[in-house]
């Protein structure tokens, strides 16, 4: 038999075969050797068996275990079995019955199938895997794919090894909802629905919802919300990293992309691609002399036999796409702009729910309404409504893990009577009278805080297990109306009235009732997301406090003035107009589009100009280090203005920006101190003019930076 005409696969399979043989012993290579070869590894075969409604990891158990009771020998080679034989003539035949130019693992297993040993027999027969079921799950997974090279398996079922089928997706109840963007997605079924170029890309910023434009249209198709010409489609989302990795040979990516767009020609429009961050078509799997991805799908595209969605930044379609005309002219763009606040508000609340179940938290209106207007005031470098949903998902989780761990009162009192025991051993063996009157003051203080510790413990898990219960209907509920959906698409009617009429509001009720009992009289626990922790995140993640003040920073805020007076004396017109300059920016009545304060101090030296703005870095942020310090005695020279926004492009050091703007980039709430004024060159203050009338700085990457939340004073 000649081994050349063996795929990879096949061959991998007879060598475990060989070598299982020689580890148990047996002198004679036998098919259930080869059986438990060809299953267990994840392959081909597992998937077609898995069809069929068979583990194959079973099939594999009892193949190994049939060959672990063949005869042993010590020693010897090992030769193959009458059987085997017979077996693998079978499947030569197969092979060039299919017209397969190789042979392959599911050839070798439809030789085993022809001519079994009793063994192998037995186990077919008791796992019901029969010779037409099986060529039928392979005619589903080949198509009429021949076996042209060494390597098939990759231009098996593509589609589903190289992307994921988004209407599928929204069948099983796995997409989120998407609100809004209905004129977007009807401009996306306007271009489909052409004859030629119909090829829509989806080009904005990252963040404002791409990709959920996609899921949209897959949700509409699903529901049966779209023209005729587009009913009943697919729409599969391609995976590039797929279709490159492992690719080691030239002319393996080629082959594997080639197989999905014959994939999709084949299915005439019946299936639509989608390929998210379409950029990277663009040079994916080029090797020398072999073809990008880009120049494969061009032929196709321009003829309209496939039918592709991309999308992509704004950036990146100017950096790659537009680069090649002819690859340009045949996408559609589809510009997606940034929603509103108002619009990002109706967004949350229609992703509400899902986070409400996920979480096993209650999301406040308030909360959401924080979350989209502050993280628009506050997070300027990212888009809505990618930052506001990021911003609920953190919050939800924060109160999730407060649920979980022990709260901190419980915890401190735990610790307390962790120490009295240490203090209780020690003094056991001390003699004298004041250590045992002190011994019976601990023993009474460690049973008082045991008891409290006790009662405090049951209390907690009690509302531990409130708050569990609501979640777990919360999820009944959300099952419920997953299934009514199903119900509905279905036609079933005595089902969808059963749900909608009976087991529905029933779930409505009980947790309406439940969220009311455990409610918010919770002393320990909270499962409520408000618009306090939402402000909460924000300050951990740009360090400017947006929180309701506590008790103490509002202590502080209102004697800003003795302190900072404390440590300069005198100066106090510059002191109080600070003061009120914070004070105004804290209670929320600021111009919001300008800095917190800008300042001149003017004066002699050694009065306290720079010592004042020290005292107030040390005020807000406990230390006078923190805070941006340019010497502007180091800006003298006209062409060192570019320090303070970064070198132009050209030039060296143009990778990495200003040192104004990285470090208010890095600290957005800080004090920016301008030593030295008189000193910089004129053209220095023309970048300032900029700062203070609009709190904002273009840099020399064209990255806007935020200085509304800043403290500027020069000196």
Not at 162 to 174: C, I, N, P, Q, W
Not at 511 to 524: A, I, N, P, S, V
Not at 550 to 572: A, F, T, Y
């Amino acid at each position: 038999m000649n081994t050349n005409q063996f795929t990879q696969k096949a061959l991998e399979a007879l060598g475990g075969a060989q070598s299982l043989a020689a580890a148990n012993g047996n002198p004679e290579l036998t098919e259930e050797h080869l059986l438990s070869a060809l299953t267990g590894n994840g392959g081909l075969i597992d998937n077609l068996l898995e069809k069929l409604g068979v583990n194959p990891q079973e099939v594999h158990g009892a193949a190994t275990v049939a060959a672990e009771k063949l005869p042993k020998t010590s020693g010897g080679s090992v030769y193959a079995s009458q059987e085997l034989n017979r077996a693998l003539a079978a499947a030569e035949k197969t092979a060039k019955d299919m017209k397969d130019e190789f042979l392959s693992v599911e050839h070798l297993f439809l030789g085993m199938l022809d001519y079994p040993s009793a063994a192998v027999k037995k186990i077919f027969g008791d796992y019901r895997v029969e010779k037409g079921a099986f060529l039928k799950a392979l005619m589903d997974v080949r198509g009429n794919v021949r076996v042209t090279s060494d390597n098939p398996e990759d231009t098996y079922d593509v589609l589903n090894k190289y992307g994921s089928d988004l209407v599928e997706r929204a069948r099983t109840h796995k997409l989120d909802p998407v609100i809004g963007r209905d004129s977007e997605i009807r401009n996306v079924i306007r271009i489909l629905s052409r004859k030629t170029k119909n090829n829509p890309v989806l080009i904005g910023e990252a963040g404002v919802g791409k990709t959920a434009i996609a899921e949209g249209l897959a949700i509409r198709i699903m529901k049966g919300d779209v023209p005729q010409s587009l009913k009943d489609r697919k729409l599969f989302s391609l995976d590039m990293g797929a279709l490159v990795a492992g690719a080691k040979y030239r002319g393996e990516f080629e082959e594997r992309l080639k197989a999905v767009l014959e994939e999709v020609k084949k299915s005439e429009g019946r299936i639509i691609l989608f390929i998210d961050e379409l950029h990277t078509i663009v040079g994916a799997g080029k090797t020398d002399g072999a073809m990008d991805a880009g120049n494969l799908l061009k032929p196709m595209l321009a003829r309209g036999e496939l039918h592709c969605i991309g999308a992509t930044t704004l950036d990146e379609y100017r950096k790659y796409i537009e680069k090649d005309p002819a690859l340009e002219r045949r996408f559609q763009p589809v510009t997606v702009n940034e929603p509103t606040v108002e619009d990002t508000i109706s967004i949350l609340r229609g992703l509400k729910e899902r986070y409400e179940v996920f979480h096993g938290v209650k999301i406040g209106d308030s909360a959401i309404i924080a979350a989209a207007t502050l993280s628009d005031r506050y997070i300027t470098d990212r888009f809505l409504p990618d930052k506001a949903i990021d911003l609920i998902d953190e919050a939800c989780a924060m109160i999730k893990t407060d649920i979980d761990s022990m709260p901190a009162e419980v915890d401190d009192i735990r610790r307390k009577v962790m120490q009295l025991e240490i203090e209780e051993a020690a003094l056991k063996k001390e003699t004298d009278g004041l250590s045992k009157a002190h011994l019976d003051e601990v023993r009474k203080e460690k049973e008082e805080l045991s008891a409290e510790y006790n009662e405090m413990v049951a209390k907690w898990q009690k509302e531990k297990a409130g708050i569990g219960s609501v979640q777990k209907l919360r999820e009944q509920l959300n099952e419920a109306n997953a299934e009514l959906e199903r119900a509905e698409r279905a036609y079933d009617l005595t089902k969808a009235g059963e749900l909608k009429y009976g087991k529905i509001p029933q779930l409505k009720k009980e947790l309406e009732e439940r969220e009311k009992r455990t409610g918010d009289k919770g002393e320990l626990l909270k499962d409520r997301v408000t618009e306090e922790e939402i402000a909460k995140i924000i300050c951990r993640w740009t360090g400017i406090p947006v929180a309701k003040l506590m008790e103490g920073e509002r202590e502080k805020l209102l004697h800003l003035e003795d302190i900072l007076h404390r440590r300069v004396v005198g100066q106090n017109e510059a002191v109080e107009r600070v003061s009120e300059a914070i004070m105004r920016s804290r209670a929320g009545i600021a111009d919001p589009n300008r800095p917190i304060g800008s300042f001149l101090f003017l004066g002699p030296t050694g009065v306290g100009k720079t010592e004042l703005a020290k005292t107030l870095a040390e005020c807000l942020f406990d230390d006078e280090k923190n805070m941006v310090r340019i010497d502007m005695s180091e800006y003298m020279e006209k062409f060192a203005v570019s320090r303070l926004i970064g070198a132009p492009p050209g030039y060296v050091g143009f990778e990495d920006g200003g040192q104004l703007t990285e470090a208010v980039r890095r600290k957005p709430y800080s004090v920016v101190l301008f030593d030295e004024i008189e000193k910089a060159h004129p053209d220095v203050f023309n970048i300032l003019l900029q700062v203070l009338d609009d709190g904002r700085i273009t840099d020399s990457q064209g990255r806007t930076v935020d200085f509304k939340n800043t403290i500027i004073i020069l000196t």
